[in-house]
């Protein structure tokens, strides 16, 4: 059986693909930089939405914060934009969220590439020690 899909997943999916185009090319603010729209929840209701956003090639707390301080500021901007763009009676209040699922996902997948080099470090010595053994 198919998967259900409801209205506030479809305003969502609509929501995201329109952000990710409007904060590329209407945006001005030179605090927001690169901005990649991960994902977009809709509240039931469709009163709010929550825009979970990351920022591409940054690192710095700092700079974050004030990042999203400008596209929060920008909310009202956007769902007006938004408005333009996607039919519907009303628009979501729009509600942004640093996303730093890849950000921790980039950190353990260094980890797990650091544990695999040890580990193969390990075990190239471990081969070697037996080498020399059998040459004795």
């Known amino acids: 059986m198919a998967k259900e899909f409801h209205r506030a997943d479809r305003v969502a999916d609509a929501m995201r693909r329109e952000l990710a185009r409007l904060i590329q090319h209407e945006v001005r603010d ?7 729209v991960n994902d977009v929840e809709v509240s039931r209701d469709l009163a709010t939405a929550k825009v979970f956003v990351t920022l591409v090639g940054e690192d710095d707390r700092s700079k974050i914060d004030i990042s999203m ?20 009676r009303s628009i979501p209040r729009l509600h942004f969220r640093y996303d730093e699922t890849s950000v921790r996902g980039q950190h353990l997948s260094a ?26």
């Open 30 to 36: 030179p605090r927001v930089g690169m901005v990649n």
């Open 69 to 88: 301080e400008a596209l929060n500021k920008a909310a009202g901007f956007l769902r007006s934009q938004l408005a333009k763009e996607i039919q519907m």
């Open 111 to 136: 980890l797990i590439e650091k544990a695999v080099k040890s580990d193969k470090s390990k075990s190239e010595d471990g081969d070697q020690d037996v080498d020399q053994d059998s040459d004795d």
